[in-house]
């Protein structure tokens, strides 16, 4: 009974048509004008979606914009080795969907509802009807889809996180212990520091305290210095170690982000130029269709 009743709400809220003013801050509608927008708000209709609920899957069949009115979305995609891949999480103002609006094709990934989510959705058909009869409405979407292309690289670099900090934020003091001891230990600093030592403490024991007082606190074969070094390899051993396996995970971090910015990009320029290639496709029909021509 509470799912029908959930139904019948998101049924009876789909009639509630958009405000023009709501699509002046989405940059998919930004380059059109006051009419243009009202013209396409009229078409709009409202859904709401509840946390965890999936608006639609990857390869689930397109053909509705949403408008994100409240609420968080998160766009996901399934990787090659079957894990999913976080691509994006969408906020008030922001917009999924656009690319089954314009081609008609399945979904690219799949969303789902991270909070209560209020949205405005735009039907395929309802669109393309309104970009058949106002070429101008097309022209704009073109303009507003060219400078979000423009802007590919840009978002991607913002929206992922440096690499770097993400280390240096989960790393704690003994890892970071552990990095400055591997790093002076694998230095021409501790090459030269460990010699000077070496050759400080044979001259003292074997010249400088021979015939003095008790003599040599370490004569040769000088059992006291390698008693010394014995404990600094072994406790420089693990420590190296533990940088080493820490040099791993950053390696794993590094080769995971990238995944994620490589599969993001690739997502994004493949989107945009099937829209492109769309869009052409109705301008080209609009312009053969006109009278004279």
């Known amino acids: 009974m509470a799912r029908f009743a959930r139904t019948v709400r998101m049924r009876e809220e789909a009639s509630m048509p958009a405000r023009p003013e709501m699509l002046e801050g989405i940059p998919f509608f930004q380059t059109l004008d006051g009419d243009e927008r009202a013209a396409v708000a009229a078409l709009m209709k409202e859904a709401r979606f509840p946390r965890g609920a999936t608006v639609f899957r990857e390869k689930d069949e397109g053909g509705v914009l949403y408008v994100i009115r409240g609420g968080k979305v998160e766009l996901s995609v399934i990787g090659e080795d079957g894990e999913k891949v976080v691509v994006d999480v969408l906020e008030p103002g922001e917009f999924f969907g656009e690319m089954s609006l314009l081609d008609g094709g399945g979904r690219s990934t799949s969303a789902v509802a991270l909070e209560d989510v209020q949205t405005y959705s735009l039907a395929r058909e309802e669109f ?85 007082g008790n003599g040599p606190f370490d004569p040769y074969p000088f059992i006291l210095l390698n008693l010394f070094l014995s404990m600094l390899a072994a406790i420089q051993a693990p420590v190296i170690m533990m940088s080493q396996n820490r040099q791993d995970a950053k390696d794993r971090i590094r080769s995971e982000l990238d995944y994620q910015v490589n599969l993001k990009a690739e997502l994004e320029i493949m989107q945009l130029h099937e829209k492109f290639d769309r869009l052409q496709q109705e301008l080209l029909e609009r312009e053969a269709g006109r009278p004279g021509r």
């Open 128 to 212: 393309l009807g309104l970009l058949r009869r106002r070429a101008d409405v097309a022209l704009d979407v073109m303009a507003a889809l060219a400078r979000r292309f423009r802007k590919t690289d840009e978002l991607l670099r913002r929206r992922m996180p440096n690499p770097n900090k993400v280390v240096r934020q989960r790393e704690t003091f003994g890892e970071r212990v552990a990095d400055s001891v591997a790093k002076f230990g694998g230095s021409w600093s501790f090459i030269f520091s460990f010699a000077g030592v070496l050759l400080s403490w044979i001259a003292v024991n074997a010249i400088l305290l021979r015939n003095v």
